[in-house]
């Protein structure tokens, strides 16, 4: 086997080149093998085999540097720079990150997660290597969807501007990008960056630029000569207009014509553009016919790429659900996605209302205030995006949507504790940074049925609400969660609703409490309902009553009715699936003190960087598991 021999870049190098067709096979079966079993990225990183070998059998890493954006295709990177042995730990608790991290090695430069980054990422490390004396090339590898985000662009306009030696290779698997066509437009990107063409082109314009008083005039014909003669060429001169040479498209699955372009490439003066044209999911088929279902994908069957189904609705299923029920009556809907229809539930939407569907690519910031301008014409726009992902946006929140109190719904996927992509996917900041913004409702639904309220209450409330909601099943139904939505005030949930679901051998048990002098109240947020149930069954057991109250507004919140089913208690512990810092639990905890009622603590989400693991395991890391929260209330009345 080839790939179990390699350990470094180097082996790589080593590799005859007729056995790299076969390399190729042997990593996409293990990436299949892994992801089958782990969940993940599949078919982007099934996409960029070839891609990889290429560019780290030229490349010299880590003295040059190769910079994947997102880099949710980093998986046989990883392989290659002496990971493989821990490959099959990828994105499991205490293994290997599904993303670039410089934790784990010295051949990821940045931790990547969330797109667009890696272009103003490599301008940036090539420029300081350039100031401090070190040699070296940087590669950025961007795809197609991440370069609709803005901050790309800014990047490639600034790298145009400085001049420096950035290789991108803008990876196009077909889904944003137009490829060029025919023999003309492949000669002339070779004839471009070859080191002829590049000397004449600089002896050219130094000699224009000694010539007195015309050099000006002559500068801007010979340049709208250049643009003009590729322009009769080149279906894509975007690039070369601001200041880029453009090579492609290239066939991102040959690796022979890659390394001698490549090798070309390393010797260019100026920044670069390499097209590479690739299939998402090569090589598996269920992956090839449906990228999008196979692009973040749970523990699958590999004989026919089926995942496992549950009983139980997700948040995400509930909310979309609920979108199409609402839109059917009210035309007025519209709703809007960052290049995530499928991951937020909005593609049953797009399917039933696609003229009031819009997916604006990989643009966080212009998805919000495009919103705006929708609301502002008289629309009801829902903008369905990650937690993580929102944060790009939070300047448009504020100054477009809640400065004007416009009209917008937020929905928040993946709030809280997110399984298996690790730190830089926590929906944990959401809170923190959207409670201190006036004219911003925010809701926490607990439940399928809390959901469906609180989303049609959002879209009727004519003014900027939030709802955040998590990666994870809805609980059990309960019958308080049936109580209208009134603002401010949350859900109070009486333990006989969720004891009937402890084991026959505990009810006789729990009819009676042992001690009702001991009496708990949780609060908390609605993404931890389900966790703060066990834990009341766990207080139950033990014969002290815990009953909940579920905070269906984070903001505004009215703490005089919270108050009111609290003061009674013997203590009262706060649960919020967010950082702790700047978060409700705390706020909550001071009105408690200023009420000179001290029996209270906080459990949140500690001020750190979240690793991967599964939800339960993240729970326990954080101490947010039942049994922790159980072990909080246990001290607060004196138990062991």
């Known amino acids: 086997m080839l790939l179990s021999n390699i350990h470094s870049p180097e082996d790589l190098k080593k590799i005859p080149k007729k056995d790299l067709s076969k390399l190729a096979d042997e990593v996409r079966k293990k990436i299949i093998e892994v992801v089958g079993k782990n969940g ?119 790298a145009g501007q400085l001049g420096k030696n950035l290789i991108v290779v803008l990876n196009d698997n077909q889904m944003s990008i137009s490829q060029n066509t025919g023999s003309i437009s492949k000669y002339l990107s070779r004839l471009t960056m070859s080191n002829f063409y590049q000397s004449i082109r600089h002896k050219i314009d130094s000699l224009v630029s000694k010539i007195p008083n015309s050099n000006r005039h002559l500068g801007k014909f010979i340049y709208r000569c250049k643009r003009a003669i590729k322009g009769l060429f080149l279906s894509n001169n975007f690039f070369t207009d601001l200041g880029f040479e453009y090579v492609g498209p290239l066939d991102g699955h040959n690796i022979k014509e890659m390394e001698d372009v490549f090798n070309d490439v390393k010797n260019l003066k100026g920044p670069v553009v390499v097209h590479i044209v690739t299939k998402k999911g090569k090589g598996y088929s269920p992956a090839e016919n449906d990228p999008a279902s196979f692009h973040g994908i749970g523990p699958f069957l590999i004989s026919d790429g089926k995942v496992e189904k549950f009983d139980l609705m997700s948040f995400t299923e509930s909310f979309s659900r609920t979108l199409v029920e609402i839109a059917l009556k009210n035309t007025k809907i519209a709703a809007i996605t960052a290049a995530m229809s499928k991951g937020t539930g909005l593609d049953s939407f797009a399917r039933h209302y696609p003229q009031r569907f819009f997916d604006v690519g990989i643009a966080e910031e212009h998805a919000v205030t495009f919103a705006a301008g929708l609301a ?60 201190c913004v006036p004219n911003l409702t925010l809701l926490s639904p607990a439940t399928a049925l809390d959901m469906n309220l609180c989303l049609d209450w959002a879209i009727k409330a004519e003014k900027p609400v939030a709802l955040r909601y998590p990666k994870s099943a809805c609980p059990t139904e309960l019958k308080a969660f049936e109580n209208p939505v009134k603002e401010g005030q949350g859900i109070f949930i009486k333990s006989e609703e969720f004891a009937p679901a402890l084991s026959v051998k505990f009810e006789d048990e729990i009819q009676e409490p042992k001690n009702k002098a001991k009496s708990i109240l949780f609060v908390t947020t609605g993404g931890m309902l389900a966790e703060v149930i066990q834990a009341c069954r766990n207080l139950m057991i033990e014969g002290i009553e815990a009953d909940i109250y579920s905070l269906r507004f984070i903001k505004p919140l009215d703490f005089e009715h919270l108050y009111s089913y609290a003061k009674d208690r013997s203590a009262v512990v706060f649960v919020e699936d967010a950082v702790i810092t700047g978060g409700i639990a705390e706020e909550l905890q001071r009105f408690f003190f200023e009420k000179g009622f001290f029996k209270t603590c906080v459990c949140a989400i500690p001020q750190k960087f979240i690793v991967q693991g599964n939800r339960n395991q993240i729970c326990e890391d954080v101490k947010l598991d039942p049994r922790s929260l159980a072990q909080k209330a246990y001290e607060m009345v004196g138990e062991k």
């Open 40 to 158: 993940g990225h599949l078919a982007s990183n099934l996409g960029v085999v070839e891609l990889t070998i290429a560019l780290h059998r030229v490349f010299s890493s880590p003295d040059d540097a190769i910079i994947f954006d997102v880099s949710h295709q980093c998986y046989a990177h990883k392989m290659f720079t002496g990971r493989y042995e821990q490959f099959q730990t990828i994105r499991k608790y205490g293994g290997i990150s599904g993303f670039t991290r410089k934790t784990e090695s010295e051949h990821d430069f940045f931790d990547n997660g969330h797109s667009s980054t890696s272009i103003s990422q490599g301008l940036g490390l090539l420029t300081s290597w350039e100031l401090t004396g070190k040699k070296g090339k940087v590669v950025a590898v961007i795809g197609d969807g991440a370069l609709t985000g803005g901050m790309a662009l800014e990047a490639m306009n600034h």
């Open 376 to 435: 502002t014409g008289g629309m009801i726009p829902v903008v369905a995006i990650y937690s993580t992902f929102i944060q790009r946006a939070i300047d448009q929140i504020i100054h477009d949507v809640a400065l004007p109190k416009l009209p917008v719904v937020f929905c928040f996927d993946r709030a809280g504790i997110v399984p298996g992509d690790g730190e830089t996917h926590q929906g944990m900041f959401d809170i923190a940074l959207l409670r």
